[in-house]
């Protein structure tokens, strides 16, 4: 059964930090695109960062740019989500996404991804 699951959300002060996972099983991520996309209330589901297969390329949306990392540990088959100086508009459910793609430029719509995890909240407080 091929599974996404999310951890590492949770409440923090604005200019705090967490670190979200994103755990597969029933698949290898080997061959596989990520992203992290999010959703507050009231609001679309917007990309927030990819990363391709290997590591070698990343890419984030202009308001994550400089306080979030991605990153992956294909050994493990887990991506994370480093997220520093965060902000009340942070607040969302934050969600993973594996798109199967080995070549090309990394994809920032959620509706080309194949497999989703369920979500972490992370609410940032003023």
């Known amino acids: 059964q091929v599974q996404l699951v999310e951890s590492g959300g949770g409440l923090v002060q604005a200019g705090g930090s967490l670190r979200l996972s994103c755990a597969a099983s029933g698949f290898t991520l080997y061959s596989y695109a990520m992203g992290w996309f999010r959703q507050a209330p009231g609001k679309e589901r917007e990309f927030v960062a990819a990363i391709s297969w290997s590591g070698g390329s990343t890419d984030y949306a202009d308001s994550v740019k400089g306080r979030f990392t991605i990153s992956r540990d294909n050994a493990k088959n887990t991506v994370y989500l480093q997220m520093n100086s965060l902000k009340p508009e942070d607040s969302a459910i934050y969600y993973c996404?594996?798109?199967?793609?080995?070549?090309?430029?990394?994809?920032?719509?959620?509706?080309?991804?194949?497999?989703w995890g369920p979500g972490t909240q992370v609410t940032v407080s003023s």
């Open positions: 996404a594996a798109r199967r793609q080995t070549i090309g430029v990394l994809i920032t719509t959620s509706n080309r991804y194949d497999y």
